[in-house]
């Protein structure tokens, strides 16, 4: 009688502790995953019970013209931060063009209500700390999630702490409204954190749609992104990694390597798919969906 | 963060290329048309822009998807799990998947307003087979988000196999996914898990 129930609870015991102290699929970047997964869900929560709402009445009320001012007055604002972590990379020319941003849009543009700048072909660059610090030879390592703030890594996060250095509602000059300007400041922060995820209410309805494991999605392309970033759009292809099983050298995926006109052989593109490949597209070519 | 997010808004969006004698074109070109195609189709069609998911998804289907190799995405996304998995398999995963990213994709293309899309001139050797079309979607006040389509020679013209946002494989994105869930449940677990996520979207949209 007592050992069905010792055994039940045993049990039980054991898929609790797989459930929430082990991960099954460890992602070597990901050391700290079950801490991640909590705060995954505390920002989830958070997200879902406050910000999101109040994103979404942001977005309702006020019309796309006006949201689209307050998104170039403070995508303006971030601008000689950029422009700061493009010397601190060597970008000289970049740069001049993120400072000229600046300067034309806070006054031809109205205090960066109209982003003129990119029609005077500055286009606007993402810059920031942690890509520095990638640029000067520092690794992601392990990947992290902030409260609040999302995905990082553990490089990115002192980034991040450097940034809030940079951003300029904290930095009001000293003469301005000396009575108000925490008011000044927290006001300035809240509308920007409003009107940051009214922008991406589009994007995390897709996410939401597309990730079979949102954390794991975000994840990756957590990554994919940044490295992207730090290369500025052209990063070296990535040694294949997915391919354990040997046969065929590498099925190429999203590292594809970029085209280049001088680059080393192209022709060994054909050995990628796997070895049944052909019969499968064969077999997909009949199906009535595809109709081409 | 943010800006890694709204990737995922053009992951989808960047899903777009025509079925206009697409035999004769260079990628580039086949992008080109595509692009404005649906771009054109959008801009004068409301019930398009009022979010309409049957017609965007139409549109999709129409103008999109014969330009796409599913079986190519689906089996890179698979990576080394495809060979494991049976024709039948196969091609189940195949129908699922291409189910969910052209829902996905139609959701994308209903949040498009009025940006500009430039398609980069190719950089590729014309004996290529194998090449990456670059575009940029522009729009003021933000960086412009990357589209870059990789697309392969077939006998039925130039074929996307992997689109990448921002820098963001699809592929590349899909494939921790897809072997995790076969590594806890197995192909057919992953199959009904693609099944189930498809109906779940049908009935909270329809």
């Known amino acids: 009688m007592r050992r069905p129930w010792r055994l039940a609870v045993a049990g039980l015991a054991a898929a609790a502790l797989a459930g929430c102290a082990t991960v099954q699929n460890p992602d070597p970047r990901d050391p700290w995953e079950p801490m991640n997964r909590a705060t995954f869900e505390f920002n989830d929560g958070v997200d879902r019970v406050v910000l999101r709402p109040v994103a979404e009445g942001y977005r309702f009320v006020l019309p796309e013209p006006v949201r689209d001012g307050v998104r170039n007055f403070f995508a303006n604002l971030q601008d000689p931060w950029i422009a700061l972590n493009q010397l601190l990379q060597g970008k000289v020319e970049e740069a001049l063009s993120d400072a000229w941003r600046f300067i034309a849009n806070s006054t031809f543009g109205i205090g960066g209500i109209f982003d003129i700048a990119t029609d005077m072909r500055m286009p606007k660059h993402a810059e920031d700390f942690g890509q520095t610090l990638a640029v000067w030879g520092i690794d992601f390592g392990p990947y992290l999630i902030l409260p609040l703030l999302g995905p990082s890594s553990a490089r990115d996060a002192v980034g991040t702490l450097v940034n809030s250095q940079g951003y300029l509602p904290w930095q009001l000059p000293k003469w301005l409204d000396v009575d108000h300007r925490v008011a000044w400041q927290n006001s300035l922060t809240i509308v920007d954190v409003i009107q940051t995820r009214a922008n991406l209410l589009d994007a995390s309805d897709l996410l939401e749609q597309a990730a079979l494991d949102r954390y794991a999605f975000l994840r990756n392309a957590y990554f994919q992104r940044r490295r992207n970033l730090i290369y500025d759009g052209n990063p070296p292809p990535l040694p294949p990694r997915d391919e354990q099983s040997s046969a065929a050298p590498a099925a190429p995926g999203g590292d594809a390597q970029p085209p280049r006109e001088a680059g080393p052989a192209p022709q060994s593109v054909a050995p990628k798919v796997p070895t049944n490949y052909e019969a499968v597209l064969a077999a997909g070519e009949r199906r009535p969906a595809g109709d081409d | ?206």
């Open chain 2, 1 to 206: 963060m943010q800006r890694r997010l709204v990737i995922f808004v053009w992951v989808f969006a960047a899903l777009a290329v025509p079925a206009a004698s697409a035999q004769e074109l260079t990628p580039d070109g086949l992008v080109k048309t595509v692009t404005q195609d649906v771009i054109a189709v959008i801009k004068q069609d409301k019930a398009i822009q009022a979010g309409d998911r049957k017609k965007t998804i139409a549109l999709v289907e129409e103008k999109v998807l014969p330009h796409f190799n599913f079986t190519r995405m689906t089996a890179l996304a698979m990576g080394p799990n495809w060979r494991k998995a049976t024709p039948e398999q196969q091609q189940a995963l195949v129908n699922e998947f291409r189910t969910l990213l052209v829902r996905t994709y139609s959701t994308a293309l209903s949040a498009y307003r009025n940006q500009v899309i430039e398609v980069k001139p190719l950089r590729a050797k014309p004996d290529d087979a194998d090449v990456m079309v670059r575009s940029e979607v522009k729009q003021s006040g933000t960086e412009p988000v990357t589209l870059d389509y990789s697309m392969e020679k077939t006998p039925n013209g130039w074929k996307v196999y992997d689109v990448a946002v921002g820098g963001v494989s699809l592929v590349t994105t899909y494939r921790d996914a897809f072997a995790n869930e076969v590594r806890n449940v197995g192909v057919d677990g992953l199959i009904k898990a693609l099944a189930e996520k498809n109906r779940q979207l049908e009935t909270k949209r329809s």
